[in-house]
């Protein structure tokens, strides 16, 4: 009989990275984001260490090659060392981001830590009592592994668990740049136990029989990576697998709408926002802000005096809150479905709207999204990202054809 077996799934720490859009920012707040990465990470460390974890699974993308310095170097070995001392064995793929890490730097690593070895996928087994674990994996050698590697993966025919590292992405996802491609049918039939994936930084799970997992980055690192940052502790036993996620971000990236729209008063919006902002720090700690404000006609124009005023006293407490963008903005009281039912030209509108899916909205932005620069900054965007965009411009259109009408 199997012994269960408790590991962490992680992936993409890219240690020390450089953030983007910072500017005008206080060297306290500054110098948090800059060691975000790094602080995830000693959370990582702790976390295995109190979870008594059997090892630790890290799945591509541990630095990033262009800009991994010493520091990044020093934290990962100290990391590993400490797990080393508690018995806990980690196990490292390098991916697009990190590849070749071992020829480039001096990356000695304690006796506790596997690196599979190359670009062609190999198996390496974990042993805890009677029972075994095997993992599988291989490491990126050059900086794009186009071709699918699923085909390599061949489950050996020895009793215990299997568990597959692969850092890549579905052939269906177009929102990143496409590294070891593949189908999510053809993982579940290569007959593992759990399919650890990394590359993709936004946490899903992608099946449950067998699990198929992103637990996505452990610190977002601009206003794309929203949310929850972390890694998931997994148990495998004969008869389930049992998942749980865990936060590990020191900073959170929000992008948030509330409203004030019950006052026309500028003392009642400064009262509101800074309410807001005290509940996101009690909830979440150090948090990166983009808020969007509904507010009443008479109110809007002052954005850059309240986001002055609302980040003022933020260089003086651990727990800040920074507020990087504020948006006020008028929205006019409507019924949707009973403006949809009505014989009004704006009813038509409504309706031509739900008739058009977010694929459509492509068509209207086939321009800007073969735009040189757009695809060098921005790249391209996600049927949520595509869904809001649909939404906001019928939100636009709807609020001018019913404010003119009042007019």
């Known amino acids: 009989m199997k012994q269960p077996i408790r ?91 990190d590849y070749g890490m071992m020829r480039k730097v001096d990356l000695t690593l304690p006796e506790n830590t596997y690196v599979f070895p190359s ?67 053809e993982l579940k039939a290569k007959s593992f136990d759990y399919w650890a994936l990394g590359h993709i930084h936004k946490r899903e799970l992608l099946a449950q029989r067998p699990y198929i997992v992103y637990p996505g980055n452990i610190q977002g690192r601009h206003m794309k990576e929203t949310g929850e940052k972390g890694c998931y502790v997994v148990e495998l036993t004969e008869q389930q697998t049992n998942l749980s996620f865990h936060s590990l971000h020191d900073v959170l990236f929000l992008d948030e709408q509330t409203t004030a729209s019950s006052s026309d008063k500028i003392d009642d919006l400064v009262k509101v926002l800074a309410d807001y902002k005290d509940q996101l720090r009690h909830q979440h700690g150090k948090v990166w802000l983009r808020l969007q404000v509904i507010v009443p006609d008479v109110l809007q124009g002052y954005e850059i005096e309240l986001l002055q005023w609302l980040n003022e006293q933020e260089n003086q407490v651990n727990d800040w809150v920074w507020l990087t963008h504020l948006e006020l903005k008028t929205s006019v009281s409507y019924d949707r479905n009973q403006l949809k039912q009505s014989n009004q030209f704006v009813g038509e509108v409504i309706k031509l709207s739900d008739e058009h899916d977010k694929n459509h909205v492509t068509t209207y932005l086939t321009d800007l999204l073969q735009h040189r620069q757009f695809k060098d900054h921005i790249g391209t965007f996600s049927d949520e990202e595509l869904s809001d965009i649909q939404d906001q411009a019928e939100q636009l259109v709807i609020n001018q054809l019913l404010n003119d009408r009042r007019d």
Request: glycine fraction near 6%; hydrophobic fraction near 35%; charged fraction near 25%.
């Open 119 to 185: 670009e062609e996928v190999t198996v390496t087994t974990f042993k805890k009592g009677e029972t075994e674990a095997h993992l599988y994996g291989f490491s990126y050698e050059s900086r794009a592994v186009r071709e699918p590697k699923v085909h390599e993966y061949e489950r050996i025919d020895r009793p215990g668990y299997h568990i597959a590292t692969l850092h890549g992405s579905l052939k269906s996802n177009e929102e990143h740049d496409q590294y070891a491609p593949f189908q999510l049918e």
């Open 7 to 97: 590991f962490i799934h992680t992936a993409d720490l890219h240690l020390d990275s450089p953030f983007k859009g910072m500017r005008e920012v206080p060297e306290n707040i500054l110098y948090d984001v800059q060691n975000a990465t790094l602080k995830a990470f000693e959370r990582l460390i702790d976390l295995a260490i109190h979870e008594q974890v059997d090892f630790v699974v890290i799945v591509g993308d541990l630095f990033d090659v262009q800009s991994a310095s010493l520091k990044s170097l020093v934290t990962l070995k100290r990391g590993l060392s400490q797990l080393n001392e508690y018995g806990i064995n980690v196990f490292i793929s390098f991916g697009n981001h």
